[in-house]
């Protein structure tokens, strides 16, 4: 099936500082795809490309099957964003406004805005029409987004550090919805975060960048079913990385940490190390910080 989001060798100067480089990375359909990476890693910027919103130095974007850069005619892109439902951080309607005023602001934007839908996720999420924006908890501004988000019929999710600040009920909440949204195996979410325990939880594939440039590019079960943290002394440290490919070592004052691609294999070939299944947490750590054997 076509993948609902692709970037293919996306690069974009942003500054001295900052760029971009070759980020290629798909969506496909019926996935939750966990995008990751330290802060200033680029994950807002690449969603920014993805969405047509920034111009590229190079690479391609393809929303739907059709390409979408910033050079695509106005139309075009206006037609391929209406299918994506957005979610920010922090809620971008206009403080002032009630809640019962958001509809007649957002809905005319999309052609298939549902306006039963969105009662009911109002509904549903028990918002009050009458509280202003300013005054909506983190978790509520999040909700009264996600309404927005699900009422035109979008194909495509894109969350962009909407679990940051909200309690675990809340967080569990909204992966309750995500999951619920890709279960017709049609649809797809694009969530960046922090907090990876929700993508160890909810996430199919999990996409890390840092500094502009993607690190890896996994089905979740190969971080948190195959991989694992062996915990060992350093002669053992030494023993394990030579005789295993695609290690790699955090030191301690005592003590090694590795990590190592199949947590299984380790415990079989070496029963003397203790070793752990990693968390996407673990994975991350190791992949942007931990020593190369
Ligand atoms: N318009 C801009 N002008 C200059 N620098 C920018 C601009 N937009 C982003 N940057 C820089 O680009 C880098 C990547 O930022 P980006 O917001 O994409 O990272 P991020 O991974 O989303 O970070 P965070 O997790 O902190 O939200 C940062 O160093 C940021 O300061």
Same mark, same amino acid.
């Given at each position: 099936?076509?993948?609902?989001?692709?970037?293919?060798?996306?690069?974009?100067?942003?500054? *001295?500082?900052?760029?971009?480089?070759?980020?290629?990375?798909?969506?496909?359909?019926?996935?939750?795809?966990?995008?990751?990476? %330290?802060?200033?890693? =680029?994950?807002?910027?690449?969603?920014?490309?993805?969405?047509?919103?920034?111009?590229?130095?190079?690479?391609?974007?393809?929303?739907?099957?059709?390409?979408?850069? %910033? *050079? %695509?005619? &106005?139309? +075009?892109?206006?037609?391929?964003?209406?299918?994506?439902?957005?979610?920010?951080?922090?809620?971008?309607?206009?403080? +002032?406004?009630?809640?019962?005023?958001?509809?007649?602001?957002?809905?005319?934007? !999309?052609?298939?805005?549902?306006?039963?839908?969105?009662? =009911?996720?109002?509904?549903?999420?028990?918002?009050?029409?009458?509280?202003?924006?300013? &005054?909506?908890?983190?978790?509520?501004?999040?909700?009264?987004?996600? /309404?927005?988000?699900?009422?035109?019929?979008?194909?495509?999710?894109?969350? *962009?550090?909407?679990?940051?600040?909200?309690?675990?009920?809340?967080?569990?909440?909204?992966?309750?919805?995500?999951?619920?949204?890709?279960?017709?195996?049609?649809?797809?979410?694009?969530?960046?975060?922090?907090?990876?325990?929700?993508?160890?939880? /909810?996430?199919?594939?999990?996409?890390?960048? *840092?500094?502009?440039?993607?690190?890896? &590019?996994?089905?979740?079960?190969?971080?948190?079913?195959?991989?694992?943290?062996?915990?060992?002394?350093?002669?053992? /440290?030494?023993?394990?990385?030579?005789?295993?490919?695609?290690?790699?070592?955090?030191?301690?004052? !005592?003590?090694?940490?590795?990590?190592?691609?199949?947590?299984?294999?380790?415990?079989? /070939?070496?029963?003397?190390?203790?070793?752990?299944?990693?968390?996407?947490?673990? !994975?991350?750590?190791?992949?942007?910080?931990? %020593?190369?054997?």
């Amino acid at each position: 099936m076509q993948n609902l989001l692709e970037l293919k060798g996306v690069s974009r100067r942003v500054s *001295d500082r900052f760029s971009l480089r070759d980020v290629t990375l798909a969506v496909e359909p019926g996935q939750i795809v966990g995008f990751v990476g %330290a802060n200033g890693a =680029g994950k807002t910027t690449t969603i920014r490309a993805a969405l047509g919103l920034i111009k590229l130095d190079a690479g391609e974007v393809r929303l739907f099957g059709q390409r979408c850069g %910033a *050079d %695509a005619p &106005d139309e +075009t892109q206006r037609c391929l964003r209406s299918r994506v439902g957005l979610v920010l951080d922090t809620c971008p309607f206009p403080s +002032t406004l009630k809640v019962g005023q958001i509809e007649p602001l957002v809905g005319p934007a !999309y052609p298939t805005w549902d306006r039963k839908t969105f009662a =009911g996720f109002i509904d549903r999420f028990g918002l009050d029409s009458k509280t202003k924006v300013k &005054d909506l908890s983190r978790g509520m501004g999040m909700k009264l987004q996600l /309404a927005c988000a699900l009422s035109h019929n979008a194909k495509l999710l894109v969350l *962009d550090e909407a679990t940051a600040g909200l309690d675990p009920m809340a967080r569990e909440e909204l992966l309750d919805e995500l999951l619920a949204f890709v279960a017709d195996g049609q649809r797809s979410v694009l969530l960046s975060s922090h907090i990876t325990s929700d993508l160890d939880r /909810a996430a199919d594939r999990v996409i890390c960048i *840092d500094n502009g440039s993607i690190v890896f &590019d996994l089905p979740r079960e190969d971080i948190t079913d195959r991989a694992g943290i062996a915990h060992c002394t350093q002669a053992q /440290a030494a023993e394990l990385m030579a005789c295993v490919e695609g290690t790699r070592a955090a030191r301690h004052a !005592y003590s090694v940490d590795v990590l190592v691609p199949n947590h299984r294999e380790v415990l079989e /070939a070496f029963p003397e190390i203790p070793c752990d299944r990693a968390t996407i947490d673990d !994975y991350l750590r190791f992949m942007l910080k931990g %020593a190369l054997k």
